[in-house]
């Protein structure tokens, strides 16, 4: 640990101050869910009640080690599964109450990599997103068009719109993959594990573009991601899971406790505020020193 970082250990388990109420694009309040029971009459999964906020131009990270209901949450977000208690709303809607059309005018989900059915090129793929704005059997109009370029343009990839899919490297076709999510001109963008074939030079260009785009088009992001230290570095806040339920919500400095994390994660860390406020997360050895965990 260096001169200027400064240890934390222990930290009450918090949320955050109210916002404004203009400024909420997402909210969650005592958000729940179980899949179906099992023979023996439990339920497969079930989460337990979540409760946070999300504002224009920030990005929240939901965190938690695998089967902790990342996944679930999700779902709940993109109106998905409908709350088995409590409430899911984007602005005063409710998104498991809308026919997808409208849910998918303000909700974009981006999930983990999908195999394309056939060939198409980026301008074709990233047109997909305005398919909540049209009618059966017809071409795309202008406006379409337009909102397709303003995409690619919004994630630096117009260069890239006469090229194949399955041509592109894992960052472009990310950045592709982003613009077809933007061209849907949602209030709310939730990516799963966006980061998750990139290597390290992919991630933080990509997560550098995503605060770029919410602090320059006041979008609201939520990501689901297992990057520690790249999450305490974007995110505004954190929704920490553990074995379905909620253990911590906050800022990144007031969830990053290594207490809190060595439970979440079963792993002997550390967590040391670097100069400018931001949490990093150490792996620590059997001697006591600490290498940075990702």
Same mark, same amino acid.
């Given at each position: 640990?260096?001169?200027?970082?400064?240890?934390?250990?222990?930290?009450?388990?918090?949320?955050?101050?109210?916002?404004?109420?203009?400024?909420?694009?997402?909210?969650?309040?005592?958000?729940?869910?179980?899949?179906?029971?099992?023979?023996?009459?439990?339920?497969?999964?079930?989460?337990?009640?979540?409760?946070?906020?999300?504002?224009?131009?920030?990005?929240?990270?939901?965190?938690?080690?695998?089967?902790? /209901? =990342?996944?679930? @949450? *999700?779902?709940? %977000?993109?109106? #998905?599964?409908?709350?088995?208690?409590?409430? !899911?709303? &984007?602005?005063?809607?409710?998104?498991?109450?809308?026919?997808?059309?409208?849910?998918?005018?303000?909700?974009?989900?981006?999930?983990?990599?999908?195999?394309?059915?056939?060939?198409?090129?980026?301008?074709?793929?990233?047109?997909?997103?305005?398919?909540?704005?049209?009618?059966?059997?017809?071409?795309?109009?202008?406006?379409?068009?337009?909102?397709?370029?303003?995409?690619?343009?919004?994630?630096?990839?117009?260069?890239?719109?006469?090229?194949?899919?399955?041509?592109?490297?894992?960052?472009?076709?990310?950045?592709?993959?982003?613009?077809?999510?933007?061209?849907?001109?949602?209030?709310?963008?939730?990516?799963?594990?966006?980061?998750?074939?990139?290597?390290?030079? /992919? =991630?933080?260009? @990509? *997560?550098?573009? %995503?605060?770029? #785009?919410?602090?320059?088009?006041?979008?609201? !992001?939520? &990501?689901?991601?297992?990057?520690?230290?790249?999450?305490?570095?974007?995110?505004?806040?954190?929704?920490?899971?553990?074995?379905?339920?909620?253990?911590?919500?906050?800022?990144?400095?007031?969830?990053?406790?290594?207490?809190?994390?060595?439970?979440?994660?079963?792993?002997?860390?550390?967590?040391?505020?670097?100069?400018?406020?931001?949490?990093?997360?150490?792996?620590?050895?059997?001697?006591?020193?600490?290498?940075?965990?990702?």
């Amino acid at each position: 640990m260096n001169a200027h970082s400064t240890p934390v250990e222990n930290a009450p388990r918090g949320g955050n101050p109210a916002a404004p109420a203009s400024d909420v694009r997402l909210t969650v309040e005592q958000a729940s869910y179980a899949y179906s029971v099992t023979d023996r009459g439990a339920p497969k999964f079930a989460l337990g009640p979540v409760t946070f906020e999300a504002r224009r131009r920030e990005i929240v990270a939901i965190l938690g080690p695998n089967a902790s /209901g =990342k996944s679930t @949450l *999700l779902k709940l %977000l993109a109106g #998905l599964c409908k709350p088995l208690s409590g409430f !899911v709303r &984007v602005g005063d809607k409710e998104p498991s109450q809308l026919d997808p059309r409208e849910r998918a005018q303000r909700i974009a989900l981006v999930q983990q990599e999908s195999a394309l059915i056939f060939p198409l090129r980026v301008w074709e793929y990233v047109l997909q997103g305005r398919y909540p704005y049209g009618r059966r059997l017809r071409f795309e109009s202008d406006e379409d068009c337009l909102m397709a370029e303003n995409a690619l343009s919004q994630v630096s990839a117009s260069e890239l719109r006469d090229r194949w899919m399955e041509q592109l490297s894992g960052g472009e076709k990310q950045r592709v993959i982003l613009a077809r999510a933007l061209a849907q001109q949602p209030s709310l963008l939730l990516l799963d594990e966006p980061t998750q074939h990139l290597d390290i030079g /992919g =991630k933080v260009e @990509l *997560l550098r573009r %995503l605060r770029r #785009l919410v602090d320059e088009n006041r979008y609201t !992001v939520v &990501v689901v991601t297992h990057e520690l230290n790249l999450a305490a570095e974007f995110s505004d806040r954190i929704v920490l899971l553990h074995r379905g339920k909620c253990e911590i919500t906050g800022t990144p400095r007031e969830v990053y406790h290594r207490d809190i994390l060595e439970e979440v994660f079963n792993a002997p860390l550390d967590v040391e505020i670097r100069p400018g406020g931001k949490p990093r997360v150490l792996l620590r050895d059997a001697n006591g020193r600490g290498e940075r965990a990702e």
